[in-house]
């Protein structure tokens, strides 16, 4: 037997395998719920409950899908839209998604420009700038009773505790604020 007889009956019997494989498979009935349907097919798990619905994936339980029949479906789907030829529901559908896809990939492109022009800030630099300048505020004001006691000589020591006690008052009630 010559070379190119054997490479052609190796080749013949891979494909006879593969396809008493691929029947078996069918028959077999793989079922995927609903999370790994989405993610193999890189959609959310809404989508394919809304795919189920228009009949485009094959629902065989509860939050279960025929693997084949569904990527057949799927695929199926794919190939209609992209040849136009797709229902108005999945033309709108289909809109809708790439308006949203491009939206979130301009607002990306946004943050990220931003940040390289150092337009924005990380939020926990914001808080211990802030953390710095309200316990600096909360010092100088804690510090006025005894500079008023130096400044007024004539107030009353009870004046500069009401004085005390108004300002500890009035941050008390800052700091129950939201």
């Known amino acids: 037997m010559s070379e190119t007889a054997e490479i052609l009956n190796l080749s013949s019997d891979l494909l006879g395998e593969a ?3 691929a029947g078996d498979v069918a028959a077999f009935g793989l079922v995927v ?3 790994n349907l989405a993610a193999l097919v890189g959609v959310n798990p809404r989508t394919i409950r809304d795919l189920a619905q228009r009949g485009l994936v094959v629902k065989v339980g509860t939050d ?3 693997l084949t029949k569904s990527l057949q479906g799927y695929a199926s789907h794919l190939r209609e839209m ?5 229902d108005e529901a999945s033309a709108i559908f289909l809109t809708a998604e790439r308006a949203r896809l491009a939206k979130e990939q301009a607002d990306h492109a946004a943050l990220k420009n931003a940040a390289l022009r150092r337009e924005l800030v990380p939020a926990s630099e914001v808080a211990a ?3 710095g300048i309200v316990r600096q505020v909360r010092s100088r004001l804690l510090a006025v009773p005894a500079r008023v006691r130096q400044g007024l000589a004539h107030l009353s020591a009870r004046d500069v505790d009401v004085i005390d006690a108004e300002i500890r008052c009035a941050l008390e009630e800052l700091a129950e604020d939201d």
């Open 129 to 131: 700038t802030w953390g």
């Open 19 to 21: 396809q008493r494989y």
């Open 33 to 35: 719920d609903g999370d």
């Open 64 to 66: 279960r899908y025929d």
């Open 82 to 86: 992209a040849a136009g030829r797709g």
